[in-house]
């Protein structure tokens, strides 16, 4: 599988740390935006995003994509979407396993499917169209659920795997997502990350939810919890150098205790390397 | 169930919000393995759907907020979400038909002073992020020979909006933004007086100014393509006020200043103008 070189440790841009970003140029290896927070014919977003993509690598991961959604492929949207890509050259662009709306209406959430050989046969045919179209091969992410559908016939890895190997696609593994829809579902969030195709991970996103103890909801308003932190451990053993960052997107922190969790995923992995170093010799 | 329906089903629900309603979509759900209550769980889609959207119009409506209260500024959301459901995959454009929402529904179009601070205010957020140009400065105008001066035109930055509002609606915005708000911003009073204002984008940030009636009919005027000597001749029989050619010819030089112009040309006779400005 040919994936694209690893970016190292990257962070989610978000206009609260533009000032900082530029002033202070942090130890981050590449910043993620938000596809849609750019899609515009000007101004101060686009401004800040060109500044920084002179000086970084830049991944672009959308959230209205709704690859899943039986509403025909939005072109307007993906005209768009690629003409930002032209502009900034992402190192990938990636959106998510989940629908938006139907009948034209977009309810802005990543809503969830049931797991059925319908929903399979249609995600794979639109991923391919979309790939087709952006002529760039789509990276897909796992998204955070808090219902599951008796329809489903398949579990959500068996899903994931079997949609990435037949539209041919990359992933992008939210370990945190993983973690919050396994507490919301009742499986083994070590099984899934085991089950998917590592070999076509480019991606991982780390990220903070809210506990509210019958369920967990994805929310990037606190620092990554220890279980997360666990789980990322073995999916850095299971999927190699792939390229991971911080999502965080409410309850600003200083950007210093965002660098602390970028720091907590060197040390992890340089431990995981040591021992790989150790137990070869 | 088909994919297709069950999304009907699902969407249908989130929009409507919990209730009786949710039963069918309620037996396609499995059992939470931790209790959790199967209403719960699709709440938190039904919840997070209206939070998102309202989080949305209090971004870019902070003026009105101010003005109609929490409590009015969260009904007319709630009318607005429910009535007007977002059909633009960018969450950007979900609050622009705002304005037009309260000028077309009963409830809202009879205040005057809620229906101005909205107009304002999407015109501030339009200004933020509408193409890139490049502003002129006064030496541009160094170019023309001074028989061509009279034949002068100008383009304006694609930024630039301009409003006639109710009076008192720049103030009541500026005292809500403010980092010293006091506790409640004055609504202005509805009634027989307007203000005029410009919006537009300068260094990056919306910034906006109030206009005094003889600069709006005259930036009207220009913006429309009007000549700038056409504009002293009929700014001559404007009911706003007679503009001197040293007045427009200080507000011409306001406008290089401010960054609205754009382009400068030599206005051929059979050129059209164009544009109007929006209203309250």
């Given amino acids: 599988m040919e994936k694209p070189p690893p970016l190292g440790y990257g962070l989610g841009l978000r206009p609260i740390y533009y000032e900082e970003i530029l002033s202070s140029r942090p130890p ?166 085991d089950g998917v195709p590592a070999d076509r991970v480019v991606q991982f996103h780390m990220a903070g939810h809210t506990n509210n103890e019958t369920h967990r909801v994805d929310t990037h308003d606190q620092p990554v919890c220890d279980e997360v932190w666990a789980l990322y451990e073995h999916a850095r053993r299971r999927c190699g150098d792939v390229s991971a960052m911080i999502e965080r997107d409410d309850n600003y922190p200083p950007l210093a205790e965002l660098l602390d969790e970028l720091q907590n995923m060197r040390d992890i992995d340089a431990r995981i390397s040591k021992e790989r170093a150790l137990s070869a010799a | 169930m088909k994919l297709a329906d069950f999304q009907s089903l699902f969407q249908q629900r989130v929009l409507a919000g919990s209730g009786e309603a949710d039963k069918p979509l309620l037996k396609k759900l499995r059992p939470s393995p931790r209790g959790a209550a199967p209403e719960t769980l699709l709440d938190v889609y039904q919840t997070g759907y209206r939070i998102r959207l309202a989080d949305f119009v209090s971004q870019d409506h902070p003026g009105l907020r101010a003005i109609l209260g929490d409590e009015a500024f969260d009904a007319l959301v709630d009318d607005y979400i429910d009535q007007c459901p977002s059909r633009d995959p960018n969450a950007r454009w979900f609050t622009t038909g705002l304005p037009d929402f309260m000028r077309e529904n009963a409830r809202w179009r009879d205040d005057a002073a809620a229906v101005s601070m909205a107009l304002f205010e999407r015109a501030m957020v339009d200004a933020f992020d509408t193409a890139d140009e490049t502003p002129l400065t006064v030496q541009a105008l160094a170019g023309f020979a001074p028989d061509d001066w009279a034949r002068l035109a100008f383009e304006f930055d694609p930024s630039l909006t301009l409003l006639e509002l109710v009076a008192g609606t720049i103030e009541a915005y500026g005292a809500a933004i403010s980092e010293e708000t006091p506790a409640n911003v004055d609504k202005p009073a509805a009634g027989e007086h307007i203000e005029y204002a410009a919006v537009w984008r300068v260094d990056d940030e919306s910034a906006y100014r109030q206009l005094e009636p003889d600069e709006y009919v005259a930036l009207s005027e220009a913006r429309a393509g009007h000549a700038f000597g056409d504009i002293c001749q009929m700014a001559a029989f404007q009911q706003a006020g007679e503009i001197a050619p040293e007045r427009l010819a200080q507000s011409l030089s306001s406008w290089f200043e401010d960054g609205m112009i754009i382009g400068v040309r030599v206005r051929e006779d059979d050129d059209q103008a164009s544009n109007t400005p929006s209203s309250a």
């Avoid at chain 1, 899609?39 to 401004?47: E, F, V």
């Avoid at chain 1, 059925?116 to 990276?139: C, G, M, P, Y």
């Fill in chain 1, 28 to 193: 981050i290896d590449w910043f993620e935006i938000i596809s849609e927070n750019y899609m515009l014919a000007g101004g101060r977003p686009l401004a800040m995003l060109d500044r920084i993509r002179a000086d970084y690598p830049v991944v672009m991961h959308g959230v209205s994509m709704s690859l899943a959604s039986t509403d025909p492929l939005n072109f307007d949207y993906l005209r768009q979407l690629k003409a930002l890509a032209e502009r900034i050259q992402p190192a990938w662009v990636s959106d998510h396993v989940a629908w938006t709306g139907v009948h034209g209406v977009t309810l802005h959430d990543l809503l969830p499917i049931p797991y059925t050989r319908e929903s399979l046969a249609h995600i794979v045919e639109r991923i391919q169209r979309v790939q087709d179209f952006l002529k760039r091969r789509l990276v897909v992410e796992n998204a955070s659920t808090y219902v599951s559908f008796v329809d489903s016939e398949m579990s959500e890895h068996e899903f994931v795997r079997e949609m990435a190997e037949r539209a041919d696609c990359l992933l992008l593994l939210d370990v945190n997502n993983v973690f919050v829809s396994s507490f919301n579902h009742g499986f083994d969030p070590v099984a899934f990350i």
